[in-house]
């Protein structure tokens, strides 16, 4: 048995049909990246994962259990935005997370315990690289330096899936090359499961070992919505050649230009 | 030249202009005090400058012949106390069901609309069943104001939570936390710049509800006073008491600005009109 196994899982909103026969399997350590038109239902498959969502049909497993049907401390999540809190400094949002482990009912820790969190907490600070950071608050911090807070936030937790919605979609060029590094590096040291949703080929084709295209295979130009997406490429990262990278970038872009794609899953664009 | 709205008066200059219309209201003032006062001495419309210092200073500064009280202190920390107790209480209600409502669709399915129903009732008008209720004493006072500003902060405080990012109660729960630890370390810390904020905005009304009600039924409290003494047409008295009621809400207004700048630099800081 994989680690994750998805069977034959759809997602409809009434007549709408966003994602249908979606089958697949994940190991242990893969790291996937998801791309995707507008539209196709990429973040609503992220939405199940996650737990937010539940399939209209179908089942997720991970570890022979079907997923928990509310967010919790098995899956991690580092969203575009919004996923680091404002009132905050940088070390409580990192030691919280241990707060929530071990005072359920003041969430505060005091003495002793708090100072384990605290060392705990600024060694994971220090792996995505915000030790001068510490003391400051979020809206303090650079893109890129709240995104390296969201990810040591849901690092600290030690999750066995890692799920991102477009990490680095708001950063400058640059700083999404740091992060990529910063990624890769975290994923190898603490052995993540990762999902990752991009925009950006580039990005998808050069992180993680597996890409994925999700993508509407069929379509009824007199009912849009009578089809959903599917998970039309999957393959090692590495192997893309020319000929598919090219076949992939024409398929996103067909879709792009279809814009009576109804936005029913409230995907960001 | 620059556009006019490119123009910024320099700091002193913008002192000057802010000061400027307050000189001319009280020349203005003065001039038509002493032109009717050259008419008739005995005017007690617009009295002099000298009436008001003479005035305060019996109220303020000489024991009352008749309860031996300093009437002016009594009547400020009357109504500072119930002001206080009846803002105090609200926003304690307030910061309570608003979170609870905000966060737990089940409590806010069951009472949203109640709390809706009852902001849309005039308070003013059934300050006469609170008079039957509760006495004339100082409760109904307080349950005046705790019923004018009450609702209108649940309402405030329930849109503030609705308005914190679900991705930050998602990533909650992705760290471990339960509904109360989400509402203790997310919610509740988020709301409170957002009470104090709110709670300014109530000052308003909370003062109008006060003074209504120490007009209506009490023996002390700066409401009191005024209408007391417009029996005997005395503006010597009521014109300061106006300006030292303007002159407490400004310092509470300032006072509570200044606890949430101190408290949540981190709000003002991100959200500039939040000043």
């Known amino acids: 048995m994989s680690y994750i196994n998805i069977k034959n899982v759809w997602k409809e909103y009434g007549d709408q049909v966003v994602l249908e026969r979606i089958n697949n399997t994940v190991e242990k350590g893969d790291f996937i990246t998801i791309v995707g038109a507008s539209g196709c239902g990429k973040t609503t498959f992220l939405k199940m994962l996650l737990g937010t969502e539940g399939p209209s049909r179908g089942i997720i497993t991970v570890a022979n259990e079907p997923l928990h049907a509310e967010p919790d401390a098995q899956r991690g999540i580092v969203f575009q935005r919004y996923s680091v809190f404002p009132h905050m400094t940088v070390l409580q949002n990192v030691v919280l997370a241990r707060e929530f482990e071990k005072s359920r009912f003041l969430s505060r820790l005091f003495g002793s315990a708090k100072k384990q969190a605290v060392e705990e907490a600024l060694t994971m600070i220090e792996a995505v690289g915000l030790t001068p950071a510490i003391n400051k608050y979020p809206h303090e911090l650079s893109g890129g330096m709240q995104q390296r807070l969201a990810i040591a936030q849901a690092l600290i937790k030690k999750p066995r899936i890692l799920l991102l919605d477009e990490p680095f979609g708001a950063l400058d060029p640059g700083i999404r090359a740091d992060m990529h590094q910063l990624v890769l590096d975290l994923w190898r040291r603490y052995k993540l499961t990762i999902f990752m949703i991009t925009h950006d080929l580039k990005e998808a084709f050069y992180l993680g070992t597996r890409l994925w295209v999700f993508d509407k295979d069929r379509i009824d130009p007199q009912a849009p919505g009578a089809f959903g997406a599917r998970i039309t490429y999957d393959m090692p990262v590495g192997s893309v050649d020319e000929k598919a990278s090219a076949k992939i970038r024409e398929s996103l872009q067909q879709e792009d230009a279809d814009l009576d794609e109804p936005a029913m899953s409230g995907v960001t664009p | ?275």
Request: hydrophobic share 55%.
């Open chain 2, 1 to 275: 030249m620059k556009k006019l709205i490119n123009q910024q008066p320099t700091k002193p200059f913008r002192w000057l202009l802010g000061i400027i219309p307050f000189f001319i209201l009280l020349i203005l003032y003065i001039g038509a005090s002493n032109a009717r006062l050259a008419e008739n001495p005995n005017d007690k419309l617009l009295p002099a400058l000298g009436s008001f210092v003479e005035a305060m200073d019996r109220l303020a500064f000489e024991p009352s012949k008749r309860s031996g009280e300093y009437v002016f202190w009594q009547d400020t920390v009357s109504s500072l106390e119930r002001l206080g107790i009846g803002v105090g209480v609200s926003a304690l209600i307030a910061l309570i069901f608003g979170v609870v409502n905000g966060t737990i669709p089940y409590v806010r399915a069951n009472l949203s609309p109640l709390i809706t129903a009852i902001s849309l009732v005039p308070p003013m008008a059934i300050l006469p069943v609170l008079f039957i209720v509760f006495g004339l004493g100082e409760l109904s006072k307080i349950v005046l104001i705790a019923i004018g500003i009450t609702p209108f902060l649940i309402r405030d405080m329930q849109q503030r939570v609705l308005e914190i990012p679900s991705e930050q109660l998602i990533k909650a729960q992705t760290l471990g936390a339960n509904t109360w630890q989400i509402i203790v370390r997310v919610v509740l810390p988020q709301v409170m710049p957002r009470l104090i904020a709110s709670v300014r905005l109530s000052l308003g009304a909370a003062w109008l509800f006060l003074i209504a009600a120490e007009a209506i039924a009490s023996t002390d409290g700066l409401g009191y006073r005024i209408f007391l003494v417009r029996r005997y047409l005395s503006m010597d008295v009521i014109l300061p008491y106006v300006l030292w009621i303007t002159l407490l809400a400004f310092a509470v207004d300032f006072a509570l600005r200044k606890l949430s700048l101190w408290l949540y630099p981190w709000f003002h800081d991100q959200t500039p009109e939040g000043a």
